[in-house]
């Protein structure tokens, strides 16, 4: 009965919206949208250390982060080569035919959870934000052409915590 009171005490003086209370080097507690999540600590997520050639590579591995799988309906040599990267904080992004956004309105808007933000993979074209896996192009020419048989997506594969796929169900 001790650690199940003292995780309860934990809890009563812990009441903050977002608030993470670690309950061991591998296990955490997260208050969020009213809810109580259980959660494992996961690894920082690392930056790649190479550049992505999208004309060449299908599938491009993130260190502890899962993987980007790009979907193009026509093969294309003029696919570029993008730099991943992860928020630092500030980003604003103008996507077409909508309002200028920062990053952080996007995240809340479609309600990411706070300790995954951290983790979504922003591709980058120089320092253009272009694409958000899950969210679609910021700058759709860059992915897109006039050829409506071109058509490119870039699918976040997850790995062990796969969040946009389980938040589609909720």
């Not at 502890?64 to 928020?87: H, I, K, W």
């Not at 933000?117 to 006039?146: K, N």
Request: net charge positive; charged share 25%; proline share 8%.
């Amino acid at each position: 009965w001790k650690p199940l009171n003292d995780l309860v005490s934990k809890l009563k003086s812990h009441r903050g919206a977002g608030q993470v209370l670690v309950l061991s080097s591998v296990f955490q507690l997260v208050a969020y949208k009213e809810k109580l999540h259980a959660l494992r600590v996961l690894p920082a997520a690392k930056p790649p250390a190479e550049d992505w050639a999208m004309a060449s590579q299908d599938v491009f591995v993130l260190p502890d982060n899962g993987e980007l799988v790009l979907r193009a309906s026509v093969a294309s040599p003029r696919l570029p080569t993008v730099s991943v990267r992860y928020r630092k904080g500030g980003e604003v992004l103008k996507r077409q035919g909508r309002p200028t956004k920062s990053l952080k309105q996007i995240f809340q808007e479609a309600a990411v959870p706070p300790w995954l933000r951290d983790r979504v993979p922003l591709i980058y074209s120089a320092e253009t934000l272009v694409c958000i896996p899950g969210f679609g192009p910021c700058v759709p020419a860059l992915l897109h052409s006039a050829d409506e048989r071109f058509h490119v997506d870039i699918v976040w594969n997850q790995g062990e915590f796969n969040w946009f796929e389980t938040s589609k169900s909720d």
